[in-house]
Nanobody
Framework: QVQLVASGGGLVQPGGSLRLSCAAS????????MGWYRQAPGKEREWVAS???????NYADSVKGRFTISRDNAKNTVYLQMNSLKPEDTAVYYC??????????WGQGTQVTVSS
């Protein structure tokens, strides 16, 4: 099994920054990559960014140029640096881990609120 613990959320003003962390523990092997999703009230969960074990990154168009995903393989941790935050970025952010054969694990989510 894999446990994912997300942290770093909070309240920030528009234009501000936050850095989310997601620490993985347990059976950490055969990992394809990790990623971040978010779910705003009344909306479906949407993909935000992902990073493969080799370091390839991808971003949703809505966050491209503002968010940066990175990972520390030694710490089994993935980060999401969020800059120039907008009110529409308000959501619960979830991290996930994907194994090479497609099995997916989810973290518990961390709330990000962008408001003045």
């Amino acid at each position: 099994q894999v446990q994912l613990v997300a942290s770093g959320g909070g309240l920030v003003q528009p234009g501000g920054s936050l850095r989310l962390s997601c620490a993985a523990s347990g059976s950490i092997f055969s990992i394809y990559g990790m990623g971040w999703y978010r779910q705003a009230p009344g909306k479906e969960r949407e993909w935000v960014a992902s990073i493969t074990i080799s370091g390839n990154t991808n971003y949703a168009d809505s966050v491209k140029g503002r968010f940066t995903i990175s990972r520390d393989n030694a710490k089994n941790t993935v980060y999401l640096q969020m800059n120039s935050l907008k009110p529409e970025d308000t959501a619960v952010y979830y991290c996930n881990l994907v194994r090479e054969w497609g099995q997916i694990y989810w973290g518990q989510g961390t709330q990000v609120t962008v408001s003045s």
